[in-house]
């Protein structure tokens, strides 16, 4: 498992591309940041298993219980998984709120993990 403050520290990454994107394209309006959040994540995610942030800590999704390590051995999070926890990323509270292990519920719920690389 990745520690909190790498995720945190991605997280910001994210936020910050989102918010930077967002400007370029529309100026006001305060939901484009969030739909640029989320559909970075859906596509990096689903494709090659980290956003920006998370390249940038050294960090990766997979797949919980998955062999091998991640897109290196071809075990992808994959598309649906990527919009279960985008989905849940983007209303917060499932990713403020971890379970036993550490882990958001927002992964929990797409049987994912974010781990270090």
């Known amino acids: 498992m990745a520690p909190l403050g790498r995720r945190v520290g991605a997280l910001f990454v994210d936020w910050a591309v989102a918010w930077a994107i967002a400007a370029l394209i529309a100026r006001g309006n305060e ?17 090659i298993g980290f956003t920006i942030g998370h390249r940038i800590f050294g960090l990766q999704v997979r797949v919980l219980g998955a062999p091998g390590k991640g897109t290196v051995d071809g075990v992808l999070v994959g598309f649906r998984r990527a919009i279960v926890r985008t989905v849940l990323l983007c209303l917060v509270i499932p990713a403020v709120v971890w379970d036993g292990d550490g882990r958001g519920l927002h992964d929990r719920a797409a049987g994912t993990v974010i781990t270090r690389r």
């Open 31 to 47: 939901f484009v940041p969030l739909g640029v959040l989320a559909v970075m994540n859906v596509i990096l995610v689903g494709s």
